[in-house]
């Protein structure tokens, strides 16, 4: 398979699970919008993220603030509301919580870590505009039964199924725990994100109940990842708790399962411009509900506050296993 120029349409740039074989597309979008005078980021570092795709910080969020954050992991995994919420999603095979999803909208302490100028702020300077939360979670991957994220780009899964038109969307995952070579750690194939992987298969109905437990429509094909891992590599992310890692929307990532005693949670947000909303799916019978992809588009400082009654401060949670 070789990498052939895309021929982008009025109606989808990047056509997806539309053909019987997968391509590679040439990247048609920047990657960095703006610039080192605005924002916390450095010109080196951006200059980074333009080639790689990614960047790392390695204390993002203090100590003390991490204490604040597993607290509230601990209340929401125990809370019964919360557990019986259709935005909790269990792990395969058991009833350990994978991830909670839209937390920002449940959890007034997660609804402040995104408004922190330490993490909007580097969002807004990388894709210059305004940003909004297209999703945002918490990922729990407990120890012995946490299970592995295959090789995906997301950015494949919110144009196919939840209609964003373009490559201007970054990613934020900030590590709650510490994240050793053997726990599971975030994987990325560095330059990945200048090629699109156009996959096969076609979307089927309501395709969210089971790719939040374990994606296989919209993942890439071996030959298009080896092409992929034998031109780029493959770094793992290792760190304290407290460090961060931004990446790009169309870079290759996974993770493995963990099968250690020590558990791998973190926080994970998506910003995206509010120049680049979604529309329509380009390759999905309907929209992804929104608590998984957005559509309220309002700009990240405007929002409302979290919803009544789950957002309590974490002082105030049970602790939970």
């Given amino acids: 398979m070789s990498i052939i120029e895309s021929h982008p349409t009025i109606d989808d740039a990047y056509p997806t699970r539309k053909a019987s074989e997968a391509a590679l597309l040439y990247r048609q979008d920047p990657v960095v919008y703006g610039e080192a005078k605005d924002g916390p980021i450095d010109g080196a570092t951006l200059d980074s993220f333009e080639a790689n795709g990614f960047l790392s910080v390695d204390q993002l969020i203090a100590p003390e603030e991490v204490e604040d954050y597993r607290a509230e992991l601990r209340r929401l995994s125990s809370d019964p509301r919360i557990l019986a ?39 807004r300077q990388i894709l210059g505009s305004e940003v909004y939360v297209h999703q945002s979670r918490v990922n729990y991957k407990p120890g012995f039964t946490g ?80 092409i992929l891992a034998d031109k780029h590599g493959i770094e793992l992310f290792t760190g304290p708790a407290g460090s961060a890692t931004m990446f790009d929307c169309n ?48 700009p990240v400082g405007v929002e409302t506050s979290p919803e009544g009654g789950a957002g309590r401060p974490a002082a105030e949670g049970t602790a939970g296993a």
């Fill in 85 to 123: 919420d259709e935005r909790t999603v269990t792990e395969r095979g058991s009833d350990e919580v994978r991830s909670i999803f839209e937390v920002h909208k449940i959890s007034e302490v997660f609804a402040e870590l995104v408004r922190d100028p330490r993490v909007v702020g580097r969002a």
């Fill in 251 to 298: 870079c290759m990532h996974g993770s493995n399962g963990n099968i250690t005693p020590f558990p791998r949670s973190n926080v994970f947000i998506v910003f995206n411009s509010v120049e680049n909303t979604c529309v329509e799916p380009f390759s999905a019978p309907a929209p992804r509900p929104s608590f998984i992809g957005a559509r309220d588009f309002t």
């Fill in 147 to 226: 299970k592995d994220f295959y090789w995906h780009s997301d950015f494949e899964t919110w144009h196919a199924e939840d209609g964003m038109p373009r490559m201007r969307a970054v990613s934020i995952s900030i590590a709650l725990t510490e994240n050793f070579v053997h726990n599971g750690g975030l994987m990325i194939m560095p330059g990945s994100h200048k090629t699109f992987v156009a996959c096969v298969g076609e979307t089927p109905d309501d395709h969210y109940k089971e790719s939040l437990r374990g994606q296989e429509i919209g993942t890439p094909d071996p030959n298009s990842l080896s």
